[in-house]
T-cell receptor, first 108, second 111 residues
Framework: GQNIDQPTEMTATEGAIVQINCTYQ??????LFWYQQHAGEAPTFLSY????GLEEKGRFSSFLSRSKGYSYLLLKELQMKDSASYLC?????????FGAGTTVTVRA | DAGVTQSPTHLIKTRGQQVTLRCSPK?????VSWYQQALGQGPQFIFQ???????QRGNFPDRFSGHQFPNYSSELNVNALLLGDSALYLC??????????FGPGTRLTVT
């Protein structure tokens, strides 16, 4: 089966840094994805890790440790528009298995 | 370049009825996946279509069925609707093992 855990909610101040952790136990692994989802909208792709280490993409970075079943998404220089749900997803073969999502609220 | 499109945007149905949702993939994509997202939850995988065949299926009953057409567009059919089927239905397209791009979704309400 698939078990993907991430915190339910996080709050941070504009300009700050927030780290969203994701732990997973899955029957297969073919990559870990992070998606951003604003309320009432579709998820949009943020990052993809298949090998251990850090991937940096502008203000967003994602880290993966396959041996620990662990990933995090780092959001730097937070902006109000970053208030959204962040979804961790693991791919095995073809399908994506998602966590429940972490709602990040950015305060002024 | 048009992204993934879905229709309709919203739909209200009564228990026991049947519904068909439609998806057109992003240009150049040949694989379509369907997900169900309940409020406050992450998307749950329903099934994936590739080359007009169901390639993988999640833990959903046979009331959920689908189809992929030669132009790669896809339909999701749900029979004998239950109140619990109320959710956002998301279609995602991709090419083989690359990232999946999601459409705006269809909000289904079953009363």
């Amino acid at each position: 089966g698939q078990n993907i855990d991430q915190p339910t909610e996080m709050t941070a101040t504009e300009g700050a840094i927030v780290q969203i952790n994701c732990t997973y136990q899955t029957s297969g692994f073919n990559g870990l994805f992070w998606y951003q989802q604003h309320a009432g909208e579709a998820p949009t792709f943020l990052s993809y890790n298949v090998l251990d280490g850090l991937e940096e993409k502008g203000r967003f970075s994602s880290f993966l440790s396959r041996s620990k079943g662990y990933s995090y998404l780092l959001l730097k220089e937070l902006q109000m528009k970053d208030s959204a749900s962040y979804l961790c997803a693991v791919r095995d073969d073809y399908k994506l298995s998602f966590g429940a999502g972490t709602t990040v609220t950015v305060r002024a | 370049d048009a992204g993934v499109t879905q229709s309709p945007t919203h739909l209200i149905k009564t228990r026991g009825q049947q519904v068909t949702l439609r998806c057109s993939p992003k240009s150049g994509h040949d694989t379509v996946s369907w997900y169900q997202q309940a409020l406050g939850q992450g998307p749950q995988f329903i099934f994936q279509y590739y080359e007009e065949e169901e390639r993988q299926r999640g833990n959903f009953p046979d009331r959920f069925s689908g189809h992929q057409f030669p132009n790669y567009s896809s339909e999701l059919n749900v029979n004998a609707l239950l109140l619990g089927d109320s959710a956002l239905y998301l279609c995602a397209s991709s090419t083989r093992h690359y990232e999946q791009y999601f459409g705006p979704g269809t909000r289904l309400t079953v009363t």
